[in-house]
């Protein structure tokens, strides 16, 4: 028994992200608000960077899991203080299935997708951190992994930056070993046919400068309308995209569904879904061929496992969005899990000269275009207490 004697929600006033946050709120990138000029030029003009949370909870044992979320992170704080924490607190650490069910129940009246999902998210993450650690294994272990070892990763960047800065990033990737990466689209339909021809060019630019023996894919962050989208993959459809990214807003599977009949592209989304339920519509409408749940939002790794084995049986594979320790132990114990997401430095740009200090201490880092997870029990990694002042 390990009853869970101590939960705490910690609010870091900076974001996950790191300088790529940054990089993303000046440079332009379509955003599901390009319809609106206001909002058109930079994702910096409408979005709320509200830091990262960070839950720790500590057993009567005197073991401490830590788990993280981001997105709406003050109104996550309230969740889990004033409500999720009562169900918590006195109960056994190592029964997860069920705390996650008892969480997620009840928080229906303002919860089944959105902020209250990023805190059971971020719940659940620290409860397998915490029974990797009782057991001293690593996360993955528990998970019956590894099913691969190492885990491929893909470079994500490529920000429409000039088509000699991209050229120059994108073949910086294959000499680094990524065998896929990739870019950010500039435009939707608020800039017309002009922007379509741009994003063409984006794509040309760097299949041209990778060859054709690296897999390259492209994200359009929920910016798209169908029509918009049918015109753009007949433009893409000679640059043999491994995929098209989130064309459209996450609950417009109709769309999804009807750009699938439209395109040999394999069309991909999720990293704004919840739950099985959420990936069980996407399955059934046919809408995506690649699935990318982030478990630090979509319901944590108890969650995702199960978004897993739906996309299993439907031939479907699971491409976890963004990097992170959750997403490497979930890549290593998922079979249907070939790679995961990473986030490198642009050859163009690099950090700010003062000294920012590391979110996490021990997190493995990808080389040759991999990444290794190390033995150390839980989830392998310890939130630096320095980012909290
Ligand atoms: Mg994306």
Sequence with gaps: MSLIKIVTIKHANRSIWGHLAEREKSLPLV????????????RGSWFWDSGMAVVEIETEDGVTGSGWCEDGCDTIKNFIELHLKNLL??????EIEGLWDRLFRASLPYGRKGAALHAISAIDIALWDIAGKVVG????????????DPIPVYASALHPVGHEKVAAEAKTYVEQGYKAMKMRFPYG??????????????????????????????????????????????????YRLAWLEEAFLPDDLNSYAKLRQ???????????????FGFQQIIEKEAMDILQPDLRRCGGITEGRKIAALAYSAGLPVIPHAYG??????????????????????????????????????????????VRMTQEPGLGVSVNPKIFS
């Design 31 to 42: 955003t599901p608000l390009d319809i609106y000029p206001q909002f058109q030029e930079t």
């Design 89 to 94: 607190i006195g109960q056994e650490a190592s």
């Design 137 to 148: 294994k690593p996360v993955y272990e528990l998970l019956g992994g590894p099913v691969r």
């Design 189 to 238: 339909p608020g800039e017309g046919v002009k922007g379509m021809r741009t994003n063409e060019e984006h794509i040309a630019n760097v299949r041209d400068a990778v060859g054709d023996d690296i897999e390259i894919m492209a994200d359009a962050y929920m910016g798209w309308d169908f029509l918009y989208a049918k015109k753009m993959v007949r433009m893409l459809e000679p």
């Design 262 to 276: 439209e395109t040999d592209i394999p069309i991909s989304g999720g990293e704004h879904e919840y739950t099985r």
């Design 325 to 370: 320790v959750t997403h490497i132990h979930f890549a290593l114990g998922t079979v249907n899990c070939p790679m995961i997401e990473y986030f490198p430095m642009p050859c163009w740009d690099s950090l700010p000269d003062v000294e920012v200090e590391p979110i996490f201490h021990g997190e493995p880092q990808p080389e040759n275009g991999v």
